[in-house]
């Protein structure tokens, strides 16, 4: 009874808590506990929101491309690409060819196809669902069909040491802050070049992983979609030939994509641009890019459903790794090909001298524009030569003309980039000629698919140790820049019509419908 009494009294007693009594003091403590409890269950449950909210905003972007199996691979044959004649009529021009025999085999083929399919299901191991584009540019077009399942695998897990909350599933979700940091508040010395809708930084995320940072710029329709598309397209997608994006920004108006740093520039520095300074690449190291590229595109075109359409394959988008790798960028004008479809009708984009000629004229677009694309790039590679160069007298302006003249002429070893230390075998040339003439055939239905041209490519040869590296040029992440490119879009309509010189590399809308 009277230690009862004595606690009421002590409870009664006045503390130094502003004279106020213990019971008081001991209910306004409890009070702020609970409060605070409760404080942080709300912030808990706010952040929770907003990161469902805004991954919603972006209608849960696909988890897409489960690869297939390089589907009827073992119905090609490898010796139909080139038939045994000692010319090939091709489009229209009989061409003074020889064509060597083709050294892989339909076996080699069809092991390296599976090889390469188990791979990707390895690092894909998805499940999930498709994305269609009803054939429209509008990005509305795009709808989910399904909520994706994603499993995480070593190539897909979060980067290490960034926060797991910001794992998308596939890539990060970074903050604008995240993003000012490393790129040092977007320091004019850290940007690379600058595209069409974009420009891009090099940074160093907080683990230390370097990065390009695209930052779209701000408001125009055009940039909006690309991001998005640039998202869908290879947000999921895995191949060593394709740059991978590790996340995106997007916070009020900013939109920003963040990729694997590519260290040793793109082919078009190495072509025409300022590494071509330094040194030329060699045969073997131009074949090896483009070899590359090839799988990459056959990877897009025949392993993915839907396939991916890039629609923009030119030079400066093909980045090159300091083992000279080829990494495909920019995917921003990328189209899906659903399954059944033979082609979509879409506006015409791309970049003058690459735009396969049936699409530029009527707008029906399918992989066989990219494969157009492709053999354009190949004789750029073989022969040095812009696609369109106005400072060449007027029958070589056009690259693929010139080049179907030359060899009509039976002139094709003429034809060969004059900055090669080493000139490629005859048997080289003709492997990459031939191939660069199928691709570009005016007949899109008779171009080779994307996997057809890898087996004519790949010669199963190595770069040498000595040829590896061109001499002192590659690009440190740290230290030089590759050159700085002005905004350089151009409409078919701008292209001028006789003396003056595009701005290079030529970018973009080709022109509208
Ligand atoms: N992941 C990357 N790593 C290193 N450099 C990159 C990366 N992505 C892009 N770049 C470089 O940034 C520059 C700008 O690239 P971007 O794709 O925006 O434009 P572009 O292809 O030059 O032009 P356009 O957008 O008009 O086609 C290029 O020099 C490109 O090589």
Known sequence: MSSNSTLT???????????????????????????????????????????????????????????????????????????????????????????????????????????????????????????????????????VCEQPSVHATADSAPLDGLPEFSYLGWGHWFTLRDLDVATDHFAKDNVIGEGGYGVVYRGRLSNGTPVAVKK??????????????????????????????LGYCVEGTQRMLVY?????????????????????????????????????????????????????????NILIDDEFNAKISDFGLAKMLGAGKSHIATRVMGTFGYVAPEYANSGLLNEKSDVYSFGVLLLEVITGRDPIDYDRPPSEVNLVDWLKLMVANRRSDEVVDPHLERRPSTKELKRALLTALRCI?????????????????????????????????????????????????????????????????????????
């Open 441 to 513: 055939d005016l007949n899109a239905e008779k171009r080779p698919r994307m996997d057809q041209v890898v087996r004519m490519l790949d010669s199963s040869e190595t770069i040498p140790q000595e040829e590896r590296r061109p001499r002192q040029n590659r690009i440190s992440e740290n230290t030089e820049t590759v050159p700085l490119r002005g905004k350089n879009s151009i409409e078919k309509s701008d292209a001028p019509e006789h003396e003056e010189r595009p701005p290079r590399p030529k970018s973009r809308p080709f022109s509208s419908k």
């Open 216 to 245: 779209i710029l701000n408001n125009l329709g055009q940039a909006e979609r690309e991001f998005r598309v640039e998202v869908e397209a290879i947000g999921n997608v895995r191949h060593k030939n394709l740059v991978r994006l």
């Open 9 to 143: 009294e002590s409870l009664h007693e006045k503390t130094i808590v502003f004279g106020l009594k213990l019971w008081v003091v001991i209910g306004i403590a409890v009070g702020a506990s609970l409060l605070g409890i409760l404080l942080i269950l709300v912030i808990c449950l706010t952040i929770q929101t907003w990161i469902r909210r805004s991954r919603r905003a972006f209608k849960e972007l696909p988890m897409t491309q489960i690869p297939s199996a390089f589907k009827d691979i073992t119905e090609v044959r490898v010796a139909d690409q080139f038939s045994p004649n000692d010319y090939v009529v091709h489009d229209g021009l009989l061409l003074a060819i020889e064509n060597g025999p083709v050294e892989s085999t339909d076996k080699d083929a069809v092991q390296s196809a599976q090889e390469d399919n188990s791979r990707h299901r390895e690092e894909n191991n998805l499940s999930g669902s498709l994305v269609h584009t009803d054939g429209c540019d509008g990005i509305q077009s795009v709808s």
């Open 260 to 316: 694997e740093f590519v260290n040793n520039g793109n082919l078009e520095s190495w072509l025409h641009g300022e590494l071509s300074q330094y040194s030329s690449l060699t045969w073997l190291a131009r074949m090896k890019v483009l070899l590359g590229t090839a799988k990459a595109l056959a990877y897009l075109h025949e392993a993915l459903e839907p396939k991916v359409v890039h629609r923009d394959i030119k030079a400066s």
